[in-house]
């Protein structure tokens, strides 16, 4: 595809708009929401968000992470404790979510503080996951440099072999959550003429402040 064709690459929103009244005081709850309308769309991994870190020599960098609880106190979501995630929230706990609604013509960004969640937490949520998922988070030395597709295989296989069809499979020890403990929170919803809405969630030491942002 030619520069100019990515240039023209354009489309007009025209979805209903976003105003202040719409907007609960908590927006975890408007959040919850426009999940919900997500959900009920029917748009493929909703639960799809892009996560932001920033490595202690200033080099950004993201991924698609999926997320996997949400609560009073945040937005959660497991890892390799050794992957370059980790890593570099280990350096710099300060993060930015986005989940990219194209669909409804929505987008929500997220900025907060990553924090670890506790062994009961992992726990709890690593035996709901796939028995291959958990052998999967044994398996992988993620994001290290690995000689070919052979060498993720064979250690699959080994892990797999080694915990057999019936026993239980642990957490791994380098496995594990985060919670992103927001303290700002922006919906942007499309409107004709690229003039978008943009509300703003602010925490304060007075709780939640609102603003329109210009487009």
């Known amino acids: 595809m030619k520069e100019r064709d990515l240039a023209e690459l354009r489309r007009e929103y025209a979805a209903e708009g976003l105003c202040e009244d719409d907007l609960p005081a908590d927006p975890l709850a408007m959040f919850r929401r426009w999940m919900h309308d997500t959900v009920t769309a029917g748009l493929h991994e ?15 960098s993201a ?12 937005f959660c979501f497991y890892t390799n404790y050794s992957s370059r995630k980790a890593v570099e929230l280990a ?23 990553a924090l670890r969640m506790t062994p009961a937490e992992n726990q709890a949520y690593f ?9 999967g988070a044994w398996a992988s030395p993620q994001s290290e440099e690995v000689a070919d597709r052979a060498v993720l295989d064979a250690s699959y296989d080994a892990v797999a072999s080694r915990f057999g069809r019936e026993e239980p499979i642990p957490v791994p020890p380098h496995w594990g959550g985060y919670r992103v403990e927001p303290h700002v929170l922006e919906f942007w919803q499309g409107r004709p003429g690229r003039m978008h809405d943009r509300l703003r969630y602010r925490r304060t030491d007075a709780g939640w402040a609102v603003a329109r942002l210009a487009p």
């Open 63 to 74: 991924r698609m992470v999926l997320l996997k609880g949400l609560d009073e106190r945040g």
């Open 91 to 113: 350096a710099q706990p300060g993060c930015a979510l986005l989940f990219p609604w194209h669909p409804l013509q929505r987008q929500v960004r997220i900025e907060g503080t």
């Open 46 to 60: 909703p639960n799809a968000m892009v996560l932001s870190t920033v490595s202690a020599s200033g080099a950004p």
């Open 127 to 135: 035996d709901t996951r796939p028995r291959a998922s958990q052998i």
